[in-house]
């Protein structure tokens, strides 16, 4: 075997998960940012987490918020996830500038993309420092599917989003 970086590994693990994590802006709005490196955590009782840049806009948002919806993105949303991964929702508005239509969950105040395949409604549980990332840490409050949506996945490192079998 040769000597890798973990992103080279990453590469290699193709396809990698991959999520739109919605979270509540200061007006009323939603922040949506592509995130791959989420994992199921605990089932009893059902535990999540997420590991973001620390300087990331949706970080600042959770820890501030305390709530989040983790969505897996359907394959109708392919563009718009890889445009949410490429710029800060800091200053702009992305649902609005991608066009990304969004729909209500029951008692939640974070709206989230049509076509999800999967919605976690979230409360932070911790979050923790690991290096350049926190690890947000959250209880599932509630979840919701989709078995009509087809999920999106990571592919070559981070570079290409397309489903589990690429065409
Ligand atoms: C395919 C893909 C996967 C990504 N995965 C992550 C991730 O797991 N963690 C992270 O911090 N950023 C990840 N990013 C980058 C963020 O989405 C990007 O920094 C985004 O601008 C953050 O938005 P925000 O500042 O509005 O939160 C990923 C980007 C792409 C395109």
Known sequence: MK?????????????????LVCSRTPSGGVNLATVSWWTYMS?????????????????????????VVLTIPGKALAKQVMQCGTVSGRNRDKARDFAVELKTLPDCDIQIPVHSVVALHCALREFVDVGDHYLYICDVKQAYGDENEVPLFAWKGYAKIAGARPE
């Open 3 to 19: 000597s890798f970086s973990l992103l080279d590994a990453a590469r290699l693990t193709s396809p990698n998960p991959l999520s």
């Open 43 to 67: 089932l009893e009782p059902e535990i999540i987490g997420f590991a973001m840049m620390k300087t990331s806009y949706t970080g600042e948002l959770v820890r501030g918020g305390s709530e």
